[in-house]
């Protein structure tokens, strides 16, 4: 993993939205502002409360989002994967982190220093336009995610929570089963359910032959039904 | 804080200028509902909007939009065709602006600084949002009540007081805080009542005054 080699931003292969449309010399002059840090599986990129320096944009490599609770429960509010950027919310109201990130495995992340970020936006009315495409999708998104916690049941929640996670992570080569080992209690933590529920309501599709249970690994076996349960509820 | 007040000013006698003359809004007309096809886009030059979005088992507001914002532009960024929610003018009226869609994208392309503030506007709506999901299933209501408020008080421009650890007036009504927080009429009244008692705020008509937002904060 370590080996990876992260290019100049100017012939960077991830399909970054927010960089789409940026002149060659104004990747050229990210690349000369950014530092290239690896971060291994569970380690914190940045913390809930901090102030950013820079903007992270993922090479290669998985991370979640999430806040903890006043009981120590954690509640994962996105994830991220290459070619995403991370921390621009901070860095554009100038205030802490929201929530902390932290890498779900090994991961080479770009930080853009906060200088380079700011000037180019102030100038490149491409790239205030990728951000605010940016932010309304993200808005649309949270929407969606409250709408969906309050009111809709839990089955239809831990089955929204495996097409998540589907979308992220993919499938290993069977093509069924999740690209990912998250714990019960972290599948949960998308959903806004408890641990035990998890367990229970992951059995029950296990049950029904809508998923398989192997330790850790769950394969999706009726994608269209999980998919349909999982929109049951929404409007848009 | 003047700063951005005038700020504000400058924007709104920009656009009254090119695209006025302003059009006042009864309470209770609908700018446009859920799934309708993207049309004008709205500045809101005085008077306030609830923008709400139907669920299977009822609605939700989603936020309150203050003036200074123009409604209906995220559908517009994340090309829907169709509005995601319904805007309502709520209060006694709203004047608003009509603007095209190609006005607006030529306006944005030439202001940099109203870009600037609508990148603020939509990063502390996701803020919002992400707080109520937080809160919905780990925060108890106290906590609850305390970060409503404290987002009210931001959305009301008093970012500044907060960080000189001064007064925060929060301009709000019972109605809002309880459709952002979630919290129904009697025990939102009782924890109110409990946080003027302990002097962590002051109830007024039509706002709420928080003396020492550390201390406030503290009492999460």
């Not at chain 2, 005085?46 to 989603?62: A, D």
């Not at chain 2, 200074?68 to 009226?93: C, K, M, P, W, Y």
């Not at chain 2, 001064?166 to 109605?175: A, L, Y």
Request: with cysteine; aromatic share 8%; charged share 25%.
């Amino acid at each position: 993993m370590n080996d990876i080699a992260i290019p100049n931003c100017t012939i960077c292969d991830n399909q970054n939205k927010l960089f789409c449309g940026l002149t060659p010399d104004h990747r050229e002059y990210f690349s000369q502002n950014k530092g290239k840090n690896v971060y291994m599986k569970g380690q914190v990129i940045y913390y809930e409360g901090n102030y950013p320096n820079g903007l992270f944009c993922i090479f290669r490599g998985k991370v979640k989002i999430s806040k903890i609770g006043q009981e120590g429960k954690e509640q994962i509010l996105n994830f991220a994967g290459n070619g995403e950027t991370l921390g621009y919310r901070a860095l554009l109201n100038d205030e802490p982190y929201n929530a902390t990130a932290t890498a779900m495995e090994d991961s080479h992340i770009c930080q853009l220093s906060r200088n380079a970020f700011m000037n180019t936006l102030d100038t490149s009315s491409c790239l205030s336009r990728n951000m605010i495409e940016l932010l309304s999708k993200d808005l649309k998104d949270s929407e969606r995610r409250l709408m969906n916690l309050s009111q809709k049941p839990v089955k239809e929640r831990v089955a929204e929570a495996l097409t998540i996670l589907m979308k992220q992570f993919g499938f290993k080569e069977d093509g069924k089963t999740l690209d990912t080992t998250l714990t019960r209690r972290e599948i949960g933590e998308i959903a806004g359910i408890t641990t035990e529920t998890t367990i229970r309501t992951l059995s029950e599709f296990n049950k029904e032959k809508l998923i398989k249970l192997e330790d850790k690994k769950i394969s999706l076996l009726d994608i269209k039904t999980l998919t349909h349960m999982a929109r049951a509820y929404e409007l848009n | 804080m003047r700063n951005i007040m005038r700020f504000v000013s400058d924007i709104q006698k920009l656009i009254e200028d090119q695209f006025g003359p302003a059009k006042k809004y009864a309470s209770g007309t609908l700018l446009f509902n859920e799934d309708e096809p993207l049309g004008e886009i709205f500045y809101l030059l005085e008077g306030q909007m609830k923008i709400i979005r139907s669920g299977p088992n009822k609605e939700m507001i989603l936020w309150y939009s203050e003036p200074g914002e123009f409604i209906g532009i995220s559908s517009l960024f994340d090309n829907s065709q169709v509005h995601s929610s319904t805007a309502e003018v709520i209060g006694s009226s709203a004047s608003l602006v009509k603007l095209d869609k190609k006005a607006f994208l030529n306006l944005l392309e030439t202001h940099s600084d109203i870009q600037k503030d609508i990148t603020k506007r939509l990063c502390r709506k996701i803020k919002l949002t992400e707080m109520r999901i937080f809160s919905s299933s780990h925060q108890s209501i106290r906590a609850r009540l305390i970060d409503t408020l404290i987002f009210l008080a931001q959305q009301n421009h008093n970012e500044s007081i907060k960080k000189s650890n001064k007064t925060m007036i929060v301009k709000c009504t019972e109605k809002m805080i309880s459709d952002l927080s979630g919290i129904s009429h009697k025990p939102l009244n009782k924890l109110l009542s409990e946080f003027e008692i302990n002097n962590l705020l002051r109830v007024e008509e039509s706002q709420i005054i928080i003396g020492d937002y550390e201390r406030f904060l503290s009492a999460k």
